[in-house]
């Protein structure tokens, strides 16, 4: 491809709306062009990384036996009726309706429309396993959609999905998906670490995700530095500080006069904040929630919502805590009554706490759950901090940031249960199948791999990705020689199976030599009347920096992967 007919535009500086140095190098290297927020689309050289960026993934799904498919973007609304998913996803989900107003759905995953293609084709024992895939637009109605190409309107995702006859299959499908994620980040240049993820309220069992570590990054992640516990924050497991013990003392009432948070009622008694136990209301699928966790422990909403397998927490409003009457600040499970009490196990194993009163400006101390209070339902719901003890191996646990590149789910029968994917076994026997399923998003794989792979003066591509093989920067074309030699290079470069860029454009060599740092292709040719004296081509390593100048046939063979 010669540059001068590129319709390429690169960018000396980034516009200001870019802070992620992928966006801000995206919009230098004239990779894309935004539309709308959430909204963009590529040039030809964008494209062509996108294309070698589900190239590596389709290879590598295609090695574990996996099956292309394709489904129809445009999904009826009654598929997700079905599973239930067109009033759970709510918002996210972009609806519209035909000329006969017949409602549709723009597909945000398409775990509906590969159980509905599965069970058109699934009937015996025989038919199993199998692992579909498809590599297609998604659209999803983010509220908030940031970073360039990290959260998208519209993306391209690649979703896979895997039916099998037990768990113990799925297992072994699990694995494949697991390998082959392990592999396509490796070949794209992205470092990235697996970690447990929530898996849902209803159905899943194991999740994983992969996790590019950035401080960028949306995702709090723990890791424990000793035993390589890795979990993300929501899913994070932790041994909470042991209570202060002793034996269980006589309840009494204290006058607590403005103490309304647990760190100024701990100061004011004279008290740890692991002694006192915090109240937290919430409304779950819209009734009301009353939430005991030790003092110096905070919810982990999702924890919360899947011990209750509930749809939808959030924080109780001002208008349901005056009705119920419940006093914010001296607030307790004593005496409570008109509502279920959800307590985390750390407020229901220590003795003696500080709990409120239900009476402003009074608190009880020495409450002990069974004697003075019981929870409904006591679960672990505490949200892991950094510095929180791994529950593995004690070591203090630590915050990092990252970007989910992909995610490998045990989904379970939910699906194929709502859809009806379904085989009878060796003895004629019905089941649904067990489903797993296993995506990555293409475009986020793009912001991730400029990410990981750019210097101050460009991007850096790794091989598996770079848009073209080889940069040829040729200088000096209107002077004698110059145009067959270049004809000569390109014929070699062809013969090869090579692809180049050529820069034959009449600007000076510090232009195009900034524009192909920017550009990032991995090896620059710079062809002129000073390297063919020299004996050829000078070949230089964009990301080392390092130059030889050789012959044109040992520089085309250099290239040859
Ligand atoms: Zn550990």
């Known amino acids: 491809m010669r540059m001068s007919r590129l319709m390429l535009k690169t960018l000396r500086e980034a516009p200001s709306e870019a802070e992620l140095e992928s966006h801000k ?13 959430g909204l963009y689309a590529f040039t030809p050289m ?52 035909d000329r006969k107003e017949r409602g549709f759905v723009l597909g945000p995953t398409h775990e509906e429309g590969m159980s509905l293609l599965a069970s058109r084709h699934i009937q015996s024992y025989r038919d199993l396993p199998v692992t579909l895939y498809q590599i297609e637009t998604k659209f999803r109605d983010e509220p908030r959609p940031r970073g360039g190409l990290v959260r998208l309107r519209e993306f391209t995702m690649k979703d896979a999905y895997s039916f099998d006859a037990d768990w113990e ?67 994070a497991e932790f041994t909470p500080p042991p209570p202060v013990p002793g034996a269980a003392l006589p309840i009494e009432k204290v006058a607590t006069p403005d103490q309304k948070t647990i760190a100024s009622l701990a100061k004011f008694l004279d008290v740890e904040e692991r002694q006192t136990v915090k109240a937290v209301f919430y409304k779950v699928d819209g009734n ?35 009705r119920l009457g419940l006093i914010a600040g001296s607030a307790s499970a004593v005496g409570l009554e008109g509502m279920p009490v959800v307590a985390d196990a750390s407020a229901t194993t220590a003795p003696n706490l500080v709990a409120g009163a239900n009476e402003d400006g009074f608190h009880l101390l020495n409450t002990n759950h069974g004697r003075d209070w019981k929870a409904d339902v006591v679960a672990s719901i505490a949200l892991a901090r950094g510095g929180d003890a791994c529950a593995t191996c004690g070591t203090p646990l630590e915050v990092r940031r990252g970007m989910e590149m ?29 489903m797993g399923c296993y995506g990555i998003g293409v475009e986020r794989m793009l912001a991730a791999i400029i990410e990981a792979n750019h210097d101050a003066n460009g991007i850096c591509w790794p091989g598996d990705v770079t848009p073209f093989d080889v940069h040829v920067v040729a200088l000096n074309l209107d002077q004698d020689g110059m145009t067959p030699a270049l004809a000569e290079l390109e014929e070699a470069l062809e013969a090869s199976g090579l692809s180049a860029l050529v820069d034959d454009r009449p600007d000076s060599a510090g232009i195009k030599f900034k524009d192909a740092d920017l550009l990032g292709i991995p090896t620059r040719f710079t062809l002129s009347p000073r390297s063919i004296e020299k004996g050829g081509i000078e070949v230089r390593d964009r990301k080392s920096g390092d130059t030889a100048v050789v012959s044109v046939a040992e520089a085309v063979g250099g290239l040859k992967r």
């Open 25 to 37: 190098l995206l919009l230098r290297a004239g990779l894309v062009t935004s539309f709308a927020a």
């Open 46 to 97: 964008g494209w062509r990384v996108i294309r070698r960026i589900e190239a590596i993934i389709r290879e590598e799904m295609d090695r574990t036996g996996a099956q292309e498919v394709r489904l129809p973007e445009l999904n009826p609304v009654e598929l997700w009726e079905q599973s239930g998913r067109a009033q759970s996803m709510g918002q996210t989900l972009f609806r519209l309706a």
């Open 169 to 235: 299959a799925l297992d072994a499908s699990y694995a494949a998906a697991y390998q082959a994620y392990v592999r396509i980040f490796e070949r794209a240049g992205v470092p990235v670490i697996p970690v447990a993820a929530d898996s849902g309220a209803i159905g899943g069992k194991e999740s994983q995700e992969f996790v590019y570590l950035t401080e960028d990054g949306e995702d709090e992640i723990l890791l424990c530095p000793k035993c390589g516990y890795a979990a993300n924050a929501e899913k």
């Open 288 to 322: 009301p929630v009353f939430v005991a966790i030790r003092g110096d422990l905070d919810v982990n909403e999702v924890k919360l919502k899947n011990a209750l397998k509930a749809q939808d927490v959030e924080p109780m409003d001002e208008a349901m805590v005056r």
């Open 406 to 434: 992909g995610h490998v789910f045990k989904l379970g029968t939910l699906y194929s249960e709502s859809i009806g994917v379904n085989y009878l076994d060796e003895g004629g026997e019905r089941h649904p199948c067990v």
